[in-house]
């Protein structure tokens, strides 16, 4: 390993990895090592090597140099844990960012300067250099389209906030300017979000346009030309993972950030996950134990049926959390790591009262919803003590068994199991699959019953049930279905929010079945605010 020093942050060193005079950077510590590896392939797969990644911390330093990926030394000494979003630390990395921009600008190198929660779709290098004259081009959180194709968004029409997570800059006087005045800005007062900043000085003057048709304004200082990437392409978490805006105006995306999520660092991970856009180590698609996995089973006027409104989303969501509540005991007394089921919602959830979805978005109902809008993806992973709550369930995405990663050894080691009524012709309690290898299984199996029956297919890497619908009866032994139950009582979060209440979100219940006559409706007390543990 070379001295700390050879790791300094010099033209020289950024020099060696330019490309067409453009530099790709992100930066993180250690707790972030598998986002950076994921953002890393995603662009080394495209062709784009022009990259350079800052460490926060020596160990994230030290394991990238030995992967072979270049870094430099951003000299801050952080923990190596992760940082949630608006912690003080969150705040400390949101200065680093702004330091780097007003570092590398002077240089004379393009940047593009990205977070480690987001990943390349496309490259995004020949889209950047159809607007030379942009001084900045800055993502959005808009969510309703400005544009149908790919031009860069109305600046007339995005009222939301410009995002940082993904910028272009040029090394012009007034991008340098504005990165300098930026810095200043946050050194001055330490409790200015770096984004909040960033737009005070972007729009303190908006306007006029800089020409007819590039669709750049001008901005800041009346001489920095800035232009808006769309949000249909240069996706957030909302016009991905919620309306996929670009499906809907066929359009090829360009990017994803993990922005509008419910679960901290883990929820961006499993979004990922679920877009097939994460990169995890071969173990991560064959763990001991094997895989269970069912078909979910929704009636059609359950997802179709009637308007679609607060009753009606929670008589979707949980009849499908009833299903996945019974395979999360099937997975965890035959200690199996549960394949999740594509969830569908009615609403989107937000953080505040809304009218179902957000006007103006292009959010189809039904959609696909991603798992942290009604399940807790970093509860569901969190270490628990055992002797309180049981053992941990592993759970994986939905399209695991869909993932291109997935081993031909896993995908060839398959039962399918049928369930069938008892008494009903070939439905017996037996090992024996039948002539195209399906195993008939009766409902309403007991703990000893799967135990015996499926001890003979320890051995099968994936265990696929045809429904979960009275699958199981429950866990004879009191203590273990005691534990069970408040484990995954906590697995559920809440949907956000009903508009004239507060508080205005309703709690999910995994246990809703057992409550005669519940109903989704918020906390009418302070007392009853809280999970239904």
């Not at 039962?415 to 008494?423: A, I, K």
């Amino acid at each position: 390993m070379p001295p700390l020093e050879t790791f300094k942050l010099t033209k020289e060193l950024v020099q060696q990895r330019v490309k067409d005079n453009v530099i790709v950077v992100t930066f993180g510590n250690f707790a972030f090592m598998d986002f950076i590896l994921s953002w890393v392939k995603s662009l080394s797969d495209k062709g784009v090597d022009n990259l350079l990644i800052g460490a926060m911390d020596t160990k994230l330093l030290e394991a990238l140099y030995w992967k072979g990926i270049p870094v430099f030394d951003m000299g801050s000494h952080m923990s190596t844990i992760d940082v949630g979003w608006g912690s003080p630390t969150f705040h400390k990395m949101g200065r680093e960012k702004v330091m780097l921009i007003d570092s590398i600008l002077p240089f004379g190198f393009e940047l593009l300067m990205c977070d480690t929660d987001m990943v390349w779709l496309k490259n995004p290098l020949p889209y950047l250099a159809r607007f030379p004259e942009a001084d900045v081009l800055t993502s959005s959180d808009q969510v309703s389209p400005t544009v149908v194709d790919d031009r860069l968004d109305d600046w007339r029409q995005t009222g939301a906030a410009y995002n940082i997570g993904i910028f272009h800059w040029r090394p012009t006087p007034s991008s340098i300017k504005l990165a300098k005045e930026w810095k200043e800005m946050l050194v001055a007062d330490d409790k200015v979000w770096d984004q909040n900043g960033f737009n005070d000085l972007v729009r303190r003057q908006l306007g006029p346009p800089v020409d007819e048709d590039s669709g750049l304004v001008f901005a800041y200082d009346g001489e920095l030309k800035l232009g808006l990437l769309p949000a249909s392409i240069f996706c957030s978490g909302h016009t991905y993972f919620v309306q996929a805006m670009y499906q809907q105006l066929r359009l090829e995306p360009y990017a994803v950030h993990t922005t509008f999520q419910y679960a901290g660092t883990d929820g961006k991970r499993h979004r990922l996950r679920e877009a097939m856009v994460f990169y995890d180590p071969p173990e991560y698609y064959d763990t001991p134990g094997g895989f269970l996995a069912f078909k979910p089973n929704i009636p059609k006027n359950m997802m179709l049926d009637g308007e679609h409104n607060i009753e009606s989303h929670f008589a979707l969501v949980n009849y499908q959390i009833k299903q996945i509540r019974t395979a999360l005991a099937i997975a965890s007394l035959l200690g199996r790591t549960l394949v999740m089921p594509p969830l569908w919602c009615r609403l989107d959830r937000l953080w505040f009262g809304h009218p179902g979805v957000l006007e103006g978005s292009l959010t189809r109902q039904p959609f696909l919803c991603p798992l942290d809008h009604v399940f807790e993806v970093n509860v569901m992973l969190k270490e628990f003590p055992e002797e309180e709550l049981g053992p941990a369930i592993n759970i994986r995405e939905y399209s695991f068994l869909d993932n291109p990663s997935m081993p031909k050894q896993v995908k060839d080691s398959w039962l399918d199991v049928h369930l069938c009524q008892e008494g009903s012709i070939g439905c017996e309690v037996s090992n024996s699959t039948n002539k195209a290898g399906i195993l008939k299984f009766p409902k309403r199996g007991t703990e000893e019953t799967f135990k015996t029956v499926f001890s003979h297919f320890k051995d099968v890497k994936v265990i696929q049930f045809s429904s979960m619908q009275d699958a199981f009866l429950g866990f004879t032994d009191k203590t273990k279905e005691e534990r069970f139950r408040k484990r995954v009582k906590r697995y559920t979060g809440i949907w956000c929010c009903v508009v004239d209440h507060t508080p205005g979100h309703i709690y999910y219940d995994i246990y809703w079945d057992e409550k005669p006559g519940w109903k989704p409706k918020p906390p009418q007390t302070p007392e009853e605010d809280h999970p239904p543990l």
